[in-house]
């Protein structure tokens, strides 16, 4: 069994700063692309940040200037950085990874974490 697992959700005042972190549970996983999704009440998941393997990245308008996402390919770990947060950052946060190898071994579908919850207060 192969998990994604998130650490770093919490509370912040606007305007404030908080880091994500989203590691896979073994040594021997690969993506070659990873990212950050997420999910406020009512509303449908949607893209926050991706990153491939080679380095190149895509954000969402929303989050553009404010976001940062890495990568670190020996610890098998994706952060987000997150700048300047605002009230309708609100949101749980999802780990994504997809074009799976374990092991050299490619796996069909998407991987996610478990979610981490974000709120951001007035």
């Known amino acids: 069994q192969v998990q994604l697992v998130e650490a770093g959700g919490g509370l912040v005042q606007a305007g404030g700063s908080l880091t994500l972190s989203c590691a896979a549970s073994?040594?021997?996983?690969?993506?070659?692309?990873m990212g950050w999704y997420r999910q406020a009440p009512g509303k449908q998941r949607e893209l926050v940040a991706t990153?491939?393997?080679?380095?190149?990245?895509n954000y969402a308008d929303s989050v553009k200037g404010r976001f940062t996402i890495s990568r670190d390919n020996a610890k098998n770990t994706v952060y987000l950085h997150m700048n300047s947060l605002k009230p309708e950052d609100t949101a749980v946060y999802y780990c994504?990874?997809?074009?799976?190898?374990?092991?050299?071994?490619?796996?069909?579908?998407?991987?996610w974490g478990q979610g981490t919850q974000v709120t951001v207060s007035t």
């Open positions: 073994t040594s021997f996983f690969s993506a070659n692309v």
């Open positions: 994504n990874a997809d074009g799976v190898s374990i092991a050299t071994i490619p796996v069909m579908g998407n991987f």
């Open positions: 990153m491939s393997s080679r380095g190149s990245t």
